[in-house]
């Protein structure tokens, strides 16, 4: 007997064999069609993730030269005579080149972890040494920043340094 003849025959059944195919070849689409969108959506995550830290490589070589700069203000002699005024317009000169490498460094999403004063946070900053207090509510707070840590984009690239407070009775 012929196909034909079969499915003028059996019509159900025919439609059924049919139907059953033809729902697989939709649920293998629907199948191909999720991964193509969970692939582009990926793909769309990973491009976005790369534009957000391929800056990383250069921010890091950058970081030590401004902790250096930072770390020269403090630590400036102070002239005295007649040279006090120029020490007084370098230094201002120094500040305001500090505050804009600041600026460009904030621009690129580079943020320096506060420390001092802080509850020590270990995703944030390596303990380095401790010291002593008698004052119980200070345990565990950072007493002093030996190394300024950084963030780029919220992910930590340098761990601050610290050293943190431990309560002795």
């Known amino acids: ?37 969970n692939l582009s959506k990926q793909h769309l995550k990973d491009k976005q993730d790369f534009a957000k830290y391929a800056n990383e490589g250069l921010l890091m070589d950058l970081l030590p030269v401004y902790d250096h700069l930072k ?27 500090l505050n804009q490498f600041k600026k460009v460094l904030s621009e690129a999403g580079v943020a320096e972890i506060a420390t001092v004063g ?31 840590g950084y963030t780029l984009n919220g992910k930590v690239i340098i761990p601050a340094r610290v050293a943190v407070y431990k309560f002795t009775k």
């Not at 370098?90 to 305001?96: I, M, P, Q, S, T």
Request: proline share 3%.
């Open 71 to 97: 770390m020269s203000l403090p630590a400036s002699p102070s002239l005295g005579g007649e040279h006090a005024v120029e020490t007084d317009k370098w230094l201002e000169g120094v500040k305001h080149v």
């Open 1 to 37: 007997m012929s196909k034909v003849k079969k499915n003028i025959e059996a019509p159900d059944a025919a439609f059924a064999e049919d139907s059953a195919e033809s729902k697989d070849f939709e649920n293998k689409y629907l199948r191909a069609l999720a991964d193509y969108q």
């Open 118 to 148: 802080k509850k020590f946070d270990h995703n944030l900053m390596d303990a380095v040494a401790s010291e002593e207090t008698a004052e119980e509510n200070q345990d565990e707070l950072v007493a002093k920043e030996l190394k300024a």
